[in-house]
Nanobody
Framework: QVQLVESGGGLVHAGDSLRLSCAAS????????MGWFRQAPGKGREFVAG?????????FYGDSVKGRFSISRDNAKNTVYLQMNTLKPEDTAVYSC????????????????????WGQGTQVTVSS
């Protein structure tokens, strides 16, 4: 089973950038599509971005982050990244990565139930 560890969160000002990392254990990382989700206090888990398995040629984004966030992966390092630019206070949340679990090609599912092996998350706080 893949284990995930997120890092890179912090406290920043509106307009700043951050890059989150999600490091995976095991040697089958490249076989899995991956997703980033976030959860703000009192709210459900929200889809942020997803990336196809292998070379990661397909990427998908939640409407609230399109044009500002970018997901990428480095299979040699067993890591998926989330580059976050032009951060806003409403981006404040705990960000977690998950492995796409379904036995079908990932085509951009934003349903948290399709992902698993969640890491512990990393807190991102954006001040105005």
């Amino acid at each position: 089973q893949v284990q995930l560890v997120e890092s890179g969160g912090g406290l920043v000002h509106a307009g700043d950038s951050l890059r989150l990392s999600c490091a995976a254990s095991g040697n089958t990382f490249g076989n899995y599509a991956m997703g980033w989700f976030r959860q703000a206090p009192g709210k459900g888990r929200e889809f942020v971005a997803g990336i196809s398995r292998g070379g990661g040629g397909l990427t998908f984004y939640g409407d609230s982050v399109k044009g500002r966030f970018s997901i990428s992966r480095d299979n040699a390092k067993n890591t998926v990244y989330l580059q976050m630019n032009t951060l806003k206070p409403e981006d404040t949340a705990v960000y977690s990565c998950g492995v796409y679990l379904r036995n079908r090609v990932y085509t951009g599912s934003s349903d948290p139930a399709d992902f698993g092996s969640w890491g512990q998350g990393t807190q991102v706080t954006v001040s105005s």
